[in-house]
Nanobody, 123 residues
């Protein structure tokens, strides 16, 4: 089992930045590929970013390329989502997830999920 806890969400103005954190406990964090997803009211959960277990490969949804990054620190059992140039359409609940396979963009490939953290971007 892997337990994931997100933090760092909040209210920010358009153009601002936030850094989300996802702290893992339980099984060896460095053995898992990680992803960030988001879900806005009335919409399906969508892929935002992913990173492999060693941090050597990252993947991004087109709508966040150039604005978001997904670093991880295996020594701290934490993955981050650095969000810059935020837009009102980025408003959603953001979830981190852990996967033991090498697929990133679909929620069905992930084994463990956090409880989510709310990000609200005002215009």
């Amino acid at each position: 089992q892997v337990q994931l806890v997100e933090s760092g969400g909040g209210l920010v103005q358009a153009g601002g930045s936030l850094r989300l954190s996802c702290a893992a406990s339980g099984r060896t964090f460095s053995g898992y590929n990680m992803g960030w997803f988001r879900q806005a009211p009335g919409k399906e959960r969508e892929f935002v970013a992913g990173i492999n277990w060693s941090g050597t490969r990252t993947y991004y949804a087109d709508f966040v390329k150039g604005r978001f990054t997904i670093p991880r620190d295996n020594a701290k059992n934490t993955v981050y989502l650095q969000m810059n140039s935020l837009k009102p359409e980025d408003t959603a609940v953001y979830y981190c997830a852990a996967s033991n396979n090498d697929h990133y963009s679909s929620p069905r490939h992930y084994n463990y999920w956090g409880q989510g953290t709310q990000v609200t971007v005002s215009s």
